[in-house]
């Protein structure tokens, strides 16, 4: 065959079956015109000897059309040929003749340039699947290589069909050529076990070594449906089903089924508590019902025929003509959006399991009456692998929720799951066998501590002078209306006003006391409050002012919270920041050695770290005192990074605060439990007690022989008891001050006892402050300094001495 790929097979065409087998019957025929018929295609056959003997250039069947239609005419009824999608060919070939009018046609609306090849058949599979061909039909062997081929052929629409191929070999025969092996049975054993080395077949059956006569009948069968669902069961069970490539291949699917080439598909969900038509999770499925919104109330959504249909009774609803539609529904939001979006027909189906609904299908088109309630029966095989694929990401979105609330809700950090994990396979494993189980509390061992806070300074006084500037400037700005008030109504009750509010205001401004606000509260509520109502109602020229005094008092406590909203977002911003900055940090301390880590948020950000062979699975590196020193280091650097985010987050906040650093050294393991009644980790044992208790009492601590805290703003406080720990922590400093994270001085300090602990020790050290320029040039700065580059705001005054505006924040460097 001329042009033929390496194949093992030399092709001859030959139809000298089909001829033999007229000959046949002509001898046994009995009826005349039958015998008539027979004997007149083969006189007008025998003209073109070549259709026997076998031809070999595939060009030449262009010259033979006409004898070869003839002798075909029993297998290829020209009656069927209009129905029928069924061609010569031969085994794995690109050679198509004698098709009826329907294939023709099929090929046609494919265009010009399109080349038919089966999918997924590769030209090595190709020419295994011949050998094992040759094995079976000659050989005699039973090989099963039955799998389904398809010819993939886009009509005149661009719509890709798909249709399964039916082979007819009955007119075929295969013998060896000159280069032909003999195959034996040890061949055939190993060349199973070599399926996929085609190599090794080519050896066996090497290229053109046996001759292929005949031909085979192909019968196309439309299975574009079938195929369809097939893919989208395909694609459904892929993890990514709403991202962009599986949305556009889950369009192209419908577009297959429905033949209409501008079919777009939509999701909404449903969710079932808020009654509310909702965005898919993950947010790239389009919804032609919400458009731009994120969700919706169902009732204002649709009209009341679709809300029963879809809602309640979880049927389909057919919009045949949207314009149509609209005109009669113009209030609801789906009649809106399908118009504004150009859709002129559309079909709705609900996404239902257990007669509860999860979520809605959209179906539109841009041409009216394409998509109706005929055709949307089609989705009754669909739906069910849909409603499957929703369910499984309902599933998967909870799952993540749960995931979250572990992450975020409860101290049961990933490091220690696997001991978790192992002790619930026990526990179902026990309840399984005996029907009782109980869950232990889970303990570690000989593990080393780690306690470290930032706090911020002063929290307490910052809050209290926060509330007591509201009070005072809730008092300030009723006088003001009460003495215009005056002005315009003279009554002595506004004198007597004043007067209280004077008593109050001189009280606020020498101290505020644990009931201060109670009793302003008392004050506003039965003294203040009914005169205000009274200058609302008598004064109208006071009436808008007393309404700017009503928006800013909050509705259920009647108190101003201005400072004290902006004292409590400082500090919850503060908090998020540094929690977040830490946990960051320590996923890449969790990759040098793995260790349970705990933070939690008081004024300031606190964590705890615990480290120890016991932690860890037997997977884990074994443990050595090298991981402790260096997540010692870690830390340390880390909490100077953390000291210059503490001031950097606070550039735009209308409240400045300062912040004071702590670390806790250790020098003894201790024992950990997993308590479960309070879903949390502790200390194990009495002795082990000692170290909960100087955490809570050392930020309290002062220095001896001084009325001074360990704990000072723009330093950092190690505190320890072990002179080897001081040793330790020297050379950590001494390395960040070269990588000038710390300042030149140091402090080493003995603290005063506190009760129940004794003998402590500090080293304190200067924190520097990375700053950088218009220019971009990094300057470092101590504390003092900071104060006057920045004009810090202490406890909410500016200090007198900016000296450079010039500077703003960035972060520092990791170590």
């Known amino acids: ?139 005699g062997y039973d090989m099963d290589f039955s799998r389904p081929l398809y010819y993939d052929i886009p009509d005149e629409n661009g719509i890709l069909r798909h249709y399964r191929i039916e082979l007819d070999s009955h007119f075929m025969e295969l013998e060896p050529g000159e280069n032909a092996c003999e195959i034996t049975k040890d061949d055939v054993d190993e060349l199973i076990q070599n399926i996929e080395n085609v190599e090794f077949w080519k050896q066996k059956f090497p290229p053109k070594s046996w001759i292929f006569k005949g031909f085979t009948i192909i019968t196309l069968t439309d299975v574009t449906v079938d195929d369809a669902i097939s893919d989208l069961k395909t694609t459904l069970l892929q993890r990514n089903t709403s991202g962009n490539e599986e949305m556009e291949k889950f369009e192209e699917i419908f577009k297959s089924i429905y033949k209409i080439p501008n079919l777009r598909v939509g999701f909404t969900m449903y969710n079932e508590q808020e009654s509310t038509f909702e965005r898919m999770m993950g947010n790239r499925s389009p919804s032609f019902l919400l458009r731009d919104k994120k969700a919706v109330d169902c009732r204002k959504a649709l009209e009341e025929e679709a809300y029963q249909k879809l809602v309640r009774e979880h049927n389909y609803f057919s919009i045949p003509n949207v314009t149509k539609f609209s005109a009669n529904s113009s209030e609801n939001l789906l009649a809106k959006s399908l118009n504004d979006a150009g859709v002129k027909s559309a079909i709705l189906a609900p996404i239902a399991k257990n007669n509860i609904l999860l979520g809605m299908l959209e179906l539109v088109s841009f041409e009216k009456n394409v998509l109706n309630s005929i055709n949307a029966t089609k989705l009754e095989d669909i739906l069910p692998y849909i409603v499957t694929a929703v369910e499984r990401s309902k599933a998967e979105f909870e799952n993540r929720v749960k995931a979250v609330i572990q992450s975020e809700c409860t101290s049961i950090h990933p490091s220690v799951l696997w001991i978790f994990e192992k002790e619930a396979r026990k526990f179902i494993k026990d309840l399984d066998e005996d029907g009782l189980a109980s869950f232990k509390d889970i303990t570690f061992e000989d593990i080393y501590p780690l306690y470290g806070e930032i706090d911020i300074v002063a929290s307490s006084e910052a809050r209290n002078e926060a509330i007591q500037k509201d009070l005072l400037d809730q008092l300030e700005f009723i006088t003001s209306i009460v003495c215009q008030a005056e002005e315009i109504e003279k009554l002595d009750i506004y004198e007597q006003v004043k007067f209280r509010i004077k008593e109050f205001q001189d009280d606020l401004a020498d101290s505020l006391s644990t009931s201060s606000e109670q009793k302003v509260f008392n004050l506003l509520q039965r003294e203040i409050d009914p005169v205000m109502a009274h200058i609302e109602k008598q004064t109208p020229l006071l009436k808008e ?141 009495t002795y082990n007690a000692r170290y909960e208790i100087i955490k809570k009492r050392i930020d309290k601590a002062n220095v001896k022989g001084a009325e001074e805290r360990v704990t000072q703003k723009g330093k950092i406080a190690i505190v320890y008891s072990n002179r080897k ?4 922590y020297l050379r950590y400093i001494k390395y960040l001050q070269s990588k000038q994270y710390l300042g030149d001085k140091v402090e080493k300090l003995e603290l005063e006892d506190v009760q129940g602990v004794i003998g402590l020790k500090a080293i304190r050290v200067e924190v520097l402050y990375h700053l950088k320029n218009e220019q971009h040039e990094e300057q470092i700065f101590t504390y003092e300094d900071l104060e006057k580059v920045l004009g810090k705001i202490v406890g909410g005054n500016k200090t007198e001495n900016r000296e450079d505006d010039s500077y703003h924040k960035d972060s520092i460097s990791n170590p």
């Open 725 to 728: 720990d001081e040793r330790e």
């Open 545 to 685: 002012k007393v309404g700017d005094y009503r928006k800013n008092v909050n509705s259920e406590t009647g108190i101003i919270y201005n400072h004290r909203k902006n004292y409590d977002e400082a500090v919850q911003q503060i908090n998020r920041t540094m929690a977040r900055y830490i946990d960051r940090r320590q996923i890449d301390a969790q990759e040098i050695y793995p260790h349970y880590f705990e933070r939690y948020k008081t004024d300031g950000v606190e964590h705890n770290i615990y480290i120890g062979a016991a932690l860890t699975n037997k997977k884990a590196k074994p443990f050595d005192e090298v991981y402790l020193f260096n997540l010692r280091l870690w830390q340390l650097s880390t909490m100077c990074e953390m000291e210059n985010r503490f001031y950097q987050i606070q550039e735009n906040m209308p409240l400045k605060l300062e912040a004071a650093s702590l670390i806790l050294v250790y020098n003894t393991t201790l024992s950990i439990r997993y308590r479960m009644d309070e879903k949390q980790f502790d200390v194990d044992g």
């Open 1 to 139: 065959m001329k042009n033929q790929k390496e194949f093992p097979l030399e092709i001859k065409i030959s139809f000298h079956k089909i001829i033999e087998q007229y000959r046949r019957q002509l001898e046994n025929e009995s009826s005349k015109i039958s015998k008539e018929y027979l004997g007149k295609i083969l006189d007008y056959i025998s003209g073109f000897p070549v259709l026997e003997d076998g031809i070999e250039n595939s060009e030449y069947l262009n010259k033979l059309k006409d004898p070869i239609r003839i002798l075909m005419k029993d297998l290829f009824p020209e009656i069927l040929s209009g129905t029928q999608i069924k061609a010569i060919s031969v085994p794995f070939h690109n050679i198509i003749f004698n098709s009826t009018l329907k294939f023709r046609e099929i090929l046609a609306g494919a265009g010009k340039d399109f080349s038919l090849n089966m999918r997924d058949l590769s030209e090595d599979l190709e020419y295994i699947y011949a050998c094992i061909l040759i094995l079976n039909k000659y050989y």
